[in-house]
């Protein structure tokens, strides 16, 4: 059996088993994704590990489409990797985290517990917010640290800066002190960028 014959056998059984909980799949360059639904994720989690013999969770990352053109689902969600050991297969999950003030989806730990550290990884630089989570808190950033700086709308210098004062012989923390400037690459800028005669 060719490997896209394989994946199509195996789309069809996952579609018999969900039916409506797969909102869409697709197999594109020799690997299988689906889109769940968010509110029957940890079932559809669940019964892929127990029933589908994916025992490996290898990857979950955030996800922020807002830039992404005529993009009509809710801005925020994650992409899931699974292994089947045993039957050498690999699965991408898609979740949406249903608009509202702050993205929900809930946790995987105890499903894979693995996912620990990548939902804290989710929730500091994307503020993905995992329901049933033993410690969501920030992996990467610092404790002061405002925002989540892989949101498309997060400013790449920051919002505020850590420095040592001598004076008070510690770490702290002071709005950013860099202006705000555009960058464009040298080889796209169009005529005259920067000039301040043509600008001024």
Not at 22 to 51: C, G, K, M, N, Y
Not at 83 to 108: C, T
Request: charged share 25%; proline share 8%; with cysteine.
């Amino acid at each position: 059996m060719t490997v896209l014959a394989d994946l199509e056998a195996f789309s069809q059984s996952l579609q018999a088993a969900f039916g409506e909980v797969i909102e869409e799949s697709f197999i594109r360059l020799d690997e299988f994704t689906v889109r769940v639904s968010p509110q029957q994720w940890l079932t559809v989690a669940l019964r892929l590990r127990d029933e589908f013999g994916f025992e490996q969770l290898i990857d979950l990352c955030g996800m922020d489409y807002s830039t992404y053109p005529e993009w009509t689902r809710p801005r925020f969600g994650i992409v899931v990797h699974l292994l089947s050991v045993q039957h050498n297969r690999r699965l991408r999950i898609k979740v949406a985290a249903p608009d509202g003030p702050v993205p929900l989806v809930d946790s995987l730990v105890t499903v894979w517990a693995v996912a620990n550290w990548f939902e804290r990884e989710a929730f500091d630089l994307f503020g993905i917010v995992f329901p049933g989570h033993p410690d969501l808190r920030r992996l990467l950033t610092d404790y002061g640290f405002v925002g989540h700086p892989f949101r498309k709308d997060f400013p790449v210098s920051g919002f505020v800066e850590m420095r040592y004062d001598p004076e008070q012989r510690r770490v702290i923390y002071q709005p950013v002190s860099i202006a705000p400037r555009e960058v464009i690459p040298r080889k796209t800028r169009p005529e005259h960028y920067g000039d301040t005669e043509q600008n001024g």
